[in-house]
């Protein structure tokens, strides 16, 4: 990839930015039964959401909130995978309707059930870094960021022959410390403009409550793939049916964003 003069960030990322997201940014939307559920550190963060997206994409524009949205095509990304439990339920459902995804690699949860993630990849859908031990990454230092991100990227490539260039912060937790260290991997950021709250969840209603009609073109769906995510499995089907009622189109991330999330392939 060419580089602008900011380090770390793409050229064809700065590009797509300025062409299709930095004027059409999305504001946070989210289920509001299981939104009413979290955390009261969650509940306090969300307010700030749409102003610290703008503000960080100002100084670093290889974060995406949103794809484009004047256009019909959306994504859905998983966070945490693998598991024995509930990926393979989600990648059965996946593939009966036909439907691409994102699902953020946790790079121990890979190390415990590798042959989950070569399924994932194997039915071609896209992988991005999910660091491997899933902290708060603006709590921990520069150099332990890098190694969360590069052990991780290192055991994806290891499964699959890709080299991760794109990752999610746990808890979509940042700060400008966290993005410089990023970029100085010359990765990019996959933030989300709908959350589910999924992970609070007890049954599919209160996921499913209100999101047909709340989603928009250009969204990007923030999902949990993980044990003890049986609501999620039990929405997937309504979610997908529905909103290819509405006219929406599925689409893996990198045709919604015009990017890469991978650096090299060896071996399919």
Known sequence: MKKNKSKGVPQETAEYMGKNMINTMLDLRYSHVTGGKVSQEELDMRPNWDRLMEEYRVGFPNIYVNGDSAGNKISLTFDDAPDRQCTPLILDILKEYQVPAVFAAHGRHTEEDADILLRVHKEGHEIINHTYDHLSLPQIGQSRIKEEILRTEAIIFELTGKRTCLMRPPYGKLSREVFATVADLDYGILMWSYNTYDFVATQKEEILEGMTEAVRPGEIILMHSYENKEPTVEALETIITDLR??????VP?????????YRVSVHA
């Open 245 to 250: 009622t509405r006219g929406f189109h599925f």
């Open 253 to 261: 991330i990198t045709e919604l964003l015009g990017i890469d999330c």
